[in-house]
């Protein structure tokens, strides 16, 4: 698993509007792959601590199956409905860290249909994927911006990303047992013993690779889903850290509407600005 390519979404040299949508999906952003969230109860089960002997070389062949197993689950999953609670640390210039906490509700249907709610007390953006476009909605500022979309989620996710400078939220759990979520970074994979996540029996986890920490909670049982992932960026003196804590619904109610886009008379369209376009506006202001 790697970090994501970063949302770094600016609009120099762009209409106002543009800059609003953009500045809004910056400051909103879902650090994925691998990914980021809240704090929810953490209780230990069964030794009371954890273990803390030196994972710095120990790849334990059992951690990293679990990833292969819980991205095919994942993967066999034909529809979902998942909520989560997401804490970002940022750090300030000073040094000070300040965190973002933001909720997320997001409806999945495979291959091709998407609804996402992500919000906080200062802003939100619905994303809409119908199998044909994507929106991105920001009903408080009133700007929305649709492109054609691929056929697939998956798909979809690189195009935003490489395109757009967009990042689908949660988008790991699209990725996780693709090439794309590749075990061969790891240099360290510990089994930590059983932990509670919300009242959910887990196994808890902890990976090493360049630049990061990370811990993952998979429920144990023939479900093994994520339950909660903490990542620290070991680049920042900081030591900061992503932690987003999961409630998985497999049986979502929802029907094709849910994903569909309607636009309110009071909504204004805006386009989406293109990658090269952000640089080179970027560069032709030096």
């Known amino acids: 698993m790697s970090h994501s390519r970063q949302i770094a979404v600016t609009a120099i040299g762009v209409v106002a509007a543009v800059a609003v949508l953009v500045t809004m999906l910056r400051a909103g952003r879902t650090r994925s792959r691998p990914m980021a969230d809240t704090v929810a109860n953490h209780t230990e089960v069964?030794?009371?601590?954890?273990?803390?002997?030196d994972t710095t070389t120990v790849r334990d062949p059992a951690a990293l199956e679990q990833l292969e197993t819980m991205g095919a689950y994942l993967r066999s999953l034909k529809a979902f409905q998942l909520?989560?609670?997401?804490?970002?640390?940022?750090?300030?210039?000073?040094?000070?860290?300040?965190?973002?906490?933001?909720?997320?509700?997001?409806?999945?249907?495979?291959?091709?249909?998407?609804?996402?709610?992500?919000?906080?007390?200062?802003?939100?953006?619905?994303?809409?994927?119908?199998?044909?476009?994507?929106t991105l909605f920001a009903p408080r500022s009133t700007y929305y911006a649709t492109v054609?979309?691929?056929?697939?989620?998956?798909?979809l996710a690189d195009v935003l990303e490489d395109k757009y400078d967009i990042e689908l939220p949660l988008v790991d759990l699209f990725r996780w047992g693709t090439p794309e979520g590749n075990t061969s970074a790891i240099t360290s994979a510990v089994d930590l013993g059983p932990s509670a996540i919300n009242g959910m029996t887990c196994e808890q986890y902890a990976y090493r690779q360049e630049g990061i920490d990370w811990q993952l909670w998979v429920q144990r049982g023939d479900q093994p889903l994520p339950c909660r992932i903490v990542i620290t960026t070991l680049t920042d003196d900081a030591r900061p850290q992503d932690t987003t804590t999961y409630s998985w619904n497999l049986a979502p109610s929802?029907?094709?509407?849910?994903?569909?886009?309607?636009t309110p008379s009071w909504a204004k369209r805006i386009p989406i600005v293109e990658v090269p376009v952000i640089a080179a506006s970027s560069n032709a202001g030096r």
């Open 46 to 53: 069964s030794r009371g601590e954890v273990a803390t002997a």
């Open 148 to 155: 054609p979309a691929p056929a697939s989620i998956e798909q």
């Open 254 to 262: 929802y029907d094709d509407n849910t994903f569909v886009f309607r």
């Open 83 to 134: 909520k989560a609670d997401v804490v970002t640390e940022d750090v300030r210039t000073d040094g000070q860290k300040v965190q973002i906490i933001r909720n997320v509700d997001l409806v999945a249907k495979r291959p091709n249909r998407l609804y996402a709610d992500i919000q906080n007390d200062r802003r939100r953006r619905l994303f809409f994927y119908d199998g044909k476009n994507f």
